[in-house]
């Protein structure tokens, strides 16, 4: 009897939804039935309002059904579903029609919820490793170059050109060099890295390969966070297949090529995604910033020549070696090009993955992805970019999703992280937690940073009781510029934006008798 | 503070097994430190002079390291440690009335753990899972879509679980 292959995600989000139990009472009906189903765990689409999301492909199509309950699962069982996939009532139709999923621009994550993660079979089909491939007859050189060109830059945040990063670290010669990946994912209000490492980990993988083979690196680093338990579990398997098929290991794809990937682990600090703090982490130290120079690309890991990306960064490499830079080029706008995975998440009816190229609008990731407020109140304040990203008002939301756009108007995008608040929002509370939250993660090696936050609360708690309002945040104010141009890393030099935007637009929250209600 | 029932009792030979498993890494510390709370539940004061001669560093290093890092920890926690969720999506869903409804519900503040030793609450900063916050982590296991009433359910799962052993 022909088999149906049938989707249960293994994804954090998925599982908190149920999908570990309904994977589970499935593999139960299977066996006990002999149902002609085969059970394959793949990654999230990132249509997480449909999730627990079943897929069920019947060999031209897969099709759609969710959000899943056990008892409904039960249902279609019972009317063996399978027959006839498409027909039943509860079926949304093919996965790839769905709306949220047919208007994005899924290339990083072509593959994150479509294969099976832990299979370097599924991810060779799904055209896996031909980067790779080429890589591996090209000078390390015209790797880089080919980076360059594509004009990709650095997804963690900082959005530095990683052509120009991988060239240094090409041109320092040194007797060992390291590419690490920081996937640290610290900003609230993002889970890109994690769906892509539990989506499609030998994406990750084969990006990192690429890396060493561009500067010369046979050692890799995966600095994780401990708050990610699921995932560190779907990556060391990752890492064990791809070293089991001669991906990893000495001499790569029987190449005169070493590359091992290492897995460590975060241990709940979040200034520990800033770079030079990660790479004190990862020596076994307290996580300080230090100082630049030397840049990490002359200096870094052990004191030598280190290529540090984020996941989503070192995960784009393959795809612009396989399809060329040009393709990848010919996304996005300005001096944003390729796309971005946006992260919506909040009080939004219709969270998830929004992989787009650059150049779209917030409003249009609010409402016609969003689908507006999940509390069905006006949405009211958006942070964009992570805790350290301004608050946006109705009034900027048109504004164009680009690095440059973003920043003319003091904000930034960062991470891609989108976090909408309906119109309950207390804005001075929420700028206080800005300050909170950089006194609680301040590495402490300078005053503006470790003492300015606490100062800061203290400022805003006294607006918010009503004293002196005026002349306190005149003093909040002039805190913020003492924070952003005092401060050694952007801890302390962002943290004024989210702040400063809440006073900025949202005064009326700052006045009396608004803190309270 | 008496030493709390689910405290694994510190075992000198396996401290220093773990130490042996990773002092030829380079960088180990932190390596150490985890495995060394995997397997007691918290790096206890006595561990540090060893884990200082065994790496051979010093102890205030050593210190210093656990002190900067939220996750490591010197005191035993309760048998099941609750992680609330305090990072903005989850503000903007509810979470700090979830926080002081947990708070209020177990009698206990963040950093502490229950006079009967079955709950530690911890706040965290984000657990990827913002698509449906309010979020909750116990152990390894991460929920969505915490509101008071969610939360309580587990509360009283995790309790009845905790009968079935004694
Ligand atoms: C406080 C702070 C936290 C950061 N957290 C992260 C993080 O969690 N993940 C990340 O990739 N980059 C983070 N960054 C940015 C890194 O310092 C660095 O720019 C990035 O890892 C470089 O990789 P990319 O060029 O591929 O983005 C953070 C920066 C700062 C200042
Ligand atoms: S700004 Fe803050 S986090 Fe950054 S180096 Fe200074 S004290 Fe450390
Ligand atoms: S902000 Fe709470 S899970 Fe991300």
């Known amino acids: 009897m022909a088999q149906h292959k049938i989707f249960v995600p293994r994804d954090t989000t998925s599982c908190a939804l149920g999908a570990e139990s309904l994977a589970e009472r499935l593999g139960q009906l299977i066996a006990v039935d002999g149902l002609p189903l085969q059970l394959v765990r793949n990654g999230s689409r990132g249509l997480y309002w449909l999730e627990p999301l079943l897929e069920i492909d019947d060999g031209e199509s897969r099709w759609a059904y969710g959000p899943l309950c056990e008892s409904k699962l039960e249902e279609l069982v019972a009317a063996r579903f399978w027959e006839n996939p498409g027909a039943h009532p509860s079926c949304l139709g093919k996965t790839e029609d769905i709306p949220y999923l047919r208007d994005q621009q899924r290339i990083t994550f072509a593959r994150v919820g479509v294969i099976d993660p832990l299979s370097v079979a599924a991810y060779r089909e799904a055209g896996g490793f031909r980067g790779l491939d080429k890589a591996l007859t090209m000078q390390a050189a015209d790797i880089v170059a080919e980076i360059r060109d594509s004009g990709l830059r650095g997804r963690g945040g900082a959005a530095f050109p990683t052509g120009i ?65 699921l995932t560190r579990l779907l990556l060391d398997e990752a890492l064990e297949a791809a070293r089991r ?92 090009r390729g796309t971005l995975p946006f992260q919506l998440a909040g009080n939004l009816r219709q969270a998830g993955l929004v992989e787009l190229a650059f ?92 003492i300015g936050s606490t100062r800061g609360v203290e400022l805003i708690d006294r607006i918010r009781d009503g004293r002196e309002i005026e002349q306190n945040t005149a003093l909040l ?41 | 503070m008496a030493a709390l029932p689910h405290s694994t009792p510190y075992d000198e030979s396996q401290l220093l097994a773990i130490c042996e498993r990773f002092k030829h890494e380079p960088g180990p510390l932190l390596q150490v430190l985890h495995a060394v709370q995997d397997c007691l539940g918290h790096v206890p004061t006595e561990a540090v002079p060893r884990i200082a001669e065994a790496l051979n560093l010093s102890r205030a290093e050593i210190h210093g390291v656990i002190s900067f890092y939220h996750y490591f920890r010197q005191r035993p926690v309760g048998r099941h440690v609750l992680q609330i969720c305090r ?80």
């Open chain 1, 477 to 517: 104010l002039e805190l913020c510029d003492t924070m952003e141009h005092g401060s050694l890393c952007a801890m302390g030099g962002l943290t004024p934006y989210p702040v400063r935007s809440a006073v900025r637009y949202f005064s009326a929250d700052f006045e009396p008798g608004a803190g309270n209600t």
């Open chain 2, 87 to 166: 990072a903005e999506s989850c503000q903007a869903m509810g979470s700090r009335t979830l926080e002081s409804h947990a708070q209020e519900s177990l009698g206990i503040d963040f950093h502490e753990t229950s006079a009967d030793g079955q709950f530690t609450l911890l706040p965290v900063y984000c657990l990827g899972n913002c698509a449906c916050s309010p979020s909750v982590r116990i152990a390894d296991a991460t929920f969505g879509h915490v509101d008071c009433a969610a939360f309580d359910r587990l509360i009283a799962d995790l309790s009845a679980d905790s009968e079935g052993d004694a």
């Open chain 1, 165 to 229: 990063k991988w060239q240094t670290v090409l041109d320092t010669p040194a007797p060992q060099k390291y590419v690490v990946c920081n996937a640290d994912e610290g900003d609230s209000g993002t889970y890109s890295d994690r769906m892509l490492m539990e989506g499609d980990p030998m994406a990750l993988i084969e990006g990192m390969i690429i890396a060493g083979l561009a500067v010369g690196a046979d050692r890799g680093y995966i600095y994780l966070r401990e708050e990610y338990p």
């Open chain 1, 245 to 336: 098929e001669g991906y990893l290991g000495e001499r790569i794809c029987d190449s005169d090529h070493d590359f091992e990937i290492e897995l460590r682990l975060g241990a709940g600090a979040y200034i520990c995604g800033e770079e030079t703090a990660m790479l004190e982490s990862l020596e076994g130290k307290r996580g300080e910033v230090r100082a630049k120079p030397p840049l990490p690309a002359v200096a870094g890991l052990f004191a030598q020549p280190s290529i540090i990306n984020n996941v989503i960064s070192l995960a784009s490499v393959p795809g612009i070696l396989a399809d060329g830079a040009v393709e990848y080029q010919a996304y996005g706008v300005g001096r944003s």
């Open chain 1, 359 to 450: 150049g779209n609008t917030l409003r249009s990731l609010l409402e016609d992805f969003g689908a507006g407020s999940r509390s069905g109140r006006p949405l009211r304040a958006v942070q964009v970019g992570g805790p350290l990203g301004a608050y946006l008002p109705e009034s900027q939301w048109d504004t164009p999703l680009d690095y440059e756009a973003f920043q003319a108007i003091g904000a930034m995008l960062g991470h891609g992280g989108i976090v909408a608040f309906d119109d309950t929002v207390d804005m001075s509370l929420q700028a206080r937690f800005s300050m909170e939250f950089c006194a609680l993660e301040s590495c402490g090696k300078c005053t503006p940073c470790r």
